[in-house]
């Protein structure tokens, strides 16, 4: 693993800075390929991930690698992380306010590993980093924001109990992919939705 990121892996394992640590068992880093075109982005550990300190090991996790490997991608060739890196209790929405306190670190994953495109998997992703909800109205398409790709699609838990939402998850994954090989081609990128401030 690359160092700054070994280092922000052993500051998150430690964190306190928000309530979310008393509630812990164990802190989930994110993990993944750091040389990654691309980086995922969900709301915040579960159950599974919470036992084992690794982001998405659960059942939305399966979900997840299906629909990458639908794509021909596997979960080692990309970087995985949360919004915040502790597990709420009983699986609540993270606060606004331990939302702010952890997005120094994805801020810093971001900075290291330089994305072609961060993928949002879900609202809580879209809110915190767009200002945006309802992403089942805007699953599918592209952002520019401050000079960065945003990719926008459902959060895998979604298909949990809706399993019509795997087909989206998975057609969101090969379009996703294919934007990523036009990006590299140098070809021009539509983009849905532009960030202005
Ligand atoms: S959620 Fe983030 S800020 Fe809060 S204790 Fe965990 S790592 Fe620290």
């Known amino acids: 693993m690359n160092k700054k990121l ?3 892996k052993e500051e998150v394992t430690e964190c306190t800075n928000c309530e ?16 990654s075109d691309v980086i995922f982005v969900g709301e915040a550990p579960g159950k599974n ?22 794509a021909g991608i596997t979960r080692d060739e990309v970087y995985i992380t949360n919004i915040v890196k502790c597990r709420p209790p009983k699986n609540r929405i993270p606060t606004v306010t331990e939302r702010n306190t952890c997005k120094n ?18 609202n809580t992703a879209f809110n915190s980093l767009l200002d945006g909800k309802e992403i089942i109205k805007f699953r599918g398409k592209i952002v520019r924001k401050n000079n960065q790709l945003y990719f926008l699609t459902i959060h895998p ?11 989206v998850l998975k057609k969101d994954m090969k379009k ?10 140098g070809k021009e990128i539509k983009i849905n939705i532009e960030y202005t401030s």
Do not use: W
């Open 49 to 70: 991930e919470d036992m084992h300190g690794e982001p998405f090991i659960g059942i939305a996790g399966k979900k997840l690698t299906i629909a990458l490997e639908n």
């Open 176 to 185: 996703l992919f294919k934007l990523i090989e036009e990006i590299k081609d």
């Open 6 to 8: 070994e280092k922000i």
């Open 157 to 167: 838990a979604a298909t949990i109990y809706n399993q019509k939402l795997i087909s």
């Open 20 to 35: 979310l640590s008393q509630t812990r068992n164990n802190s989930v880093p994110g993990k993944g390929n750091f040389k």
């Open 105 to 122: 670190y994805l801020r810093k994953e971001i900075e290291i590993i330089k994305p072609k495109i961060i993928c949002i998997l879900g």
